[in-house]
């Protein structure tokens, strides 16, 4: 199993270098296509609510402003784009096409972003979506919780720069569910091909050091091998400890799945996944 086609939403914002970096690097073992995608916003969508007796020429203008606005952003991507695969070495094309090398398209479309992702989503197996800085990126998450629930695809998170490496040391967050299950069975491809592993099982007391032999004796059906780490959080939040945990583990891909319970019920156990997506320390391989 291999992933030979990576989308990633570029918006020619500061984000897009990390963005092309990390989904550089996660073609790179596989010699897969990366697909840049920049959505143009449709002003009819985008526009805000006009009181009454706004004028048709009026309206036109902001528009036409939003559409140019729209225009300044994607050769703003484009650029990006261009840089991040000389700097890799990727070999660009007109459209998706494989080689014995990473190659790479640019695609734009207009609508909103997270139905035209969803809709790219559909023909392939990754998904790399813009870093999201901090807990105020409201629409920014909701977009990325509907593409976890509604895709089924794997989605990478950057980290907040550029990064060079992606997948050498891999830590998994586990805690027992099937959406960290599905996650770690959808990272296959990179476990099999990382020089390490670690296990974060990050638990309130107690710490039960059984819990682990049925996914030891799984990993190891499949020739691999790791580390575990049971880790009390103590009084700190359980996002805080995995990505702590990660850090010292010198992972440069932290493996989990996506809310697991329902978003009631992530709310009351502190967040994990908001947490750690609004903190991107690392590259975050997710699925729902």
């Known amino acids: 199993m291999s992933f030979v086609k990576i989308v990633a939403n570029v918006s020619g914002g500061a984000r897009d270098g990390a963005l092309l970096s990390t989904a550089f690097a996660a073609a790179a073992p596989f010699k897969a296509h990366v697909q840049a995608l920049f959505v143009h916003p449709s002003p009819t969508d985008e526009m805000p609510y006009?009181?009454?007796?706004?004028?048709?020429?009026?309206?036109?203008?902001?528009?036409?402003?939003?559409?140019?606005?729209?225009?300044?952003?994607?050769?703003?991507?484009?650029?990006?784009?261009?840089?991040?695969?000389?700097?890799?070495?990727?070999?660009?094309?007109?459209?998706?096409?494989?080689?014995?090398?990473?190659?790479?398209?640019?695609?734009?479309?207009?609508?909103?972003?997270?139905?035209?992702?969803?809709?790219?989503s559909k023909y392939a197996d990754l998904v790399v979506f813009s870093p999201i800085l901090g807990y105020g990126e409201a629409e920014l998450s909701d977009v990325l919780e509907k593409l976890l629930a509604k895709t089924e695809r794997p989605i990478v998170l950057p980290a907040r720069t550029p990064i060079t490496q992606f997948g050498r040391k891999v830590a998994i967050a586990w805690d027992g569910s099937f959406s960290a299950s599905h996650a770690l069975n959808m990272a296959m491809p990179y476990l099999a091909r990382a020089e390490g592993i670690d296990l974060l099982c990050i638990q309130r007391t107690p710490l039960d050091p059984d819990m682990l032999k049925?996914?030891?004796?799984?990993?190891?059906?499949?020739?691999?091998?790791?580390?575990?780490?049971?880790?009390?959080?103590?009084?700190?939040?359980?996002?805080?400890?995995?990505?702590?945990?990660?850090?010292?583990?010198?992972?440069?891909?932290?493996?989990?799945?996506?809310?697991?319970?329902?978003?009631?019920?992530?709310?009351?156990?502190?967040?994990?996944?908001?947490?750690?997506?609004?903190?991107?320390?690392?590259?975050?391989?997710?699925?729902?």
């Open 50 to 120: 006009f009181p009454e007796g706004m004028t048709a020429q009026l309206l036109q203008e902001m528009a036409d402003k939003m559409n140019a606005e729209s225009k300044i952003d994607a050769a703003n991507a484009r650029s990006a784009w261009t840089a991040a695969a000389a700097d890799f070495g990727a070999t660009i094309t007109a459209r998706p096409e494989k080689r014995d090398a990473v190659t790479t398209s640019f695609s734009e479309v207009q609508g909103r972003l997270g139905q035209e992702l969803a809709e790219a």
């Open 214 to 288: 049925e996914l030891r004796d799984d990993l190891g059906l499949r020739g691999l091998t790791f580390t575990a780490h049971l880790i009390d959080p103590g009084k700190r939040p359980i996002g805080d400890a995995l990505l702590e945990a990660a850090a010292d583990c010198k992972a440069d891909l932290l493996i989990m799945g996506g809310y697991g319970h329902s978003r009631v019920r992530e709310a009351l156990f502190g967040g994990v996944t908001q947490h750690v997506i609004s903190h991107p320390r690392l590259p975050v391989f997710m699925v729902h």
